[in-house]
Nanobody, 113 residues
Framework: QLQASEGGLVQAGGSLRLSCAAS????????KGWYRQAPGKQRELVAV???????SYLESVKGRFTISRDNSKNRMYLQMNSLKPEDTAVYYC?????????WGQGTLVTVSS
């Protein structure tokens, strides 16, 4: 199971850290990245690890969000700083193994102005 931490309500300019953990039969999968879906919009890629192990970010979050992972614990994180109201969305973590892909349950982040 891919389990994301609780999101929450935060004021604009604030910070929040999301975590994602793989457990059970999918422990050890490759944790790949974070996506988000705002109301009425399509899901978009927020931050991801490239196949070479580098990171890539949505342009609008560059310099504010940081993706990281702890492979020994099979956990992945998204540190979000200087949050803006337009960051309000349901955030999903994503991982995979072979041809199988996995999604976390989605966690709501609401940024108030």
């Amino acid at each position: 199971q891919l389990q994301a931490s609780e999101g929450g309500l935060v004021q604009a300019g604030g910070s929040l850290r999301l975590s994602c953990a793989a457990s059970g039969s999918i422990f050890g999968i490759n944790l790949k990245g974070w996506y988000r879906q705002a109301p009425g919009k399509q899901r978009e890629l927020v931050a991801v690890f490239t196949p070479s192990g580098n990171t890539s970010y949505l342009e609008s979050v560059k310099g504010r969000f940081t993706i990281s992972r702890d492979n020994s614990k099979n956990r992945m994180y998204l540190q979000m700083n200087s949050l803006k109201p337009e960051d309000t969305a349901v955030y999903y973590c994503n991982g995979g193994r072979g041809t199988s892909g996995y999604w976390g349950q989605g966690t709501l982040v609401t940024v108030s102005s």
